[in-house]
Nanobody, 117 residues
Framework: QVHLVESGGGLVQPGGSLRLSCAASGFTFSEYDMTWVRQPPERGPEWVSRTVNITGTYYADSVKGRFTIARDNAKSTLYLQMNSLKPGDTGLYFC???????????WGQGTLVVVSS
């Protein structure tokens, strides 16, 4: 059974940094492309980043140059390093296998990031 646990969120001032983690279990992590999305308050999910084992990494224009997605297949863990954070980055951040974009039951519970002074 797919199980994902996000962590690392918190309250940070604008310009600050956070590193999110996503611990995966129940499937062979190394075989799957992985995605981060975020859900700002009172809005739907918006795509943030994706890591594809063969072709590399992809980012939304809004985070390009500030966020870095990475994975440790030996630890079955996905990361999102977030630098130069802005208030617009506030939201609940979720990780999941890219194939599960339309299957929210396979997403993690999310970790909340609040960027505010």
């Amino acid at each position: 059974q797919v199980h994902l646990v996000e962590s690392g969120g918190g309250l940070v001032q604008p310009g600050g940094s956070l590193r999110l983690s996503c611990a995966a279990s129940g499937f062979t992590f190394s075989e799957y492309d992985m995605t981060w999305v975020r859900q700002p308050p009172e809005r739907g999910p918006e795509w943030v980043s994706r890591t594809v084992n063969i072709t590399g990494t992809y980012y939304a224009d809004s985070v390009k140059g500030r966020f870095t997605i990475a994975r440790d297949n030996a630890k079955s863990t996905l990361y999102l390093q977030m630098n130069s954070l802005k208030p617009g980055d506030t939201g609940l951040y979720f990780c999941f296998r890219s194939i599960d974009y339309d299957h929210r039951e396979h997403w993690g519970q999310g970790t909340l990031v609040v960027v505010s002074s």
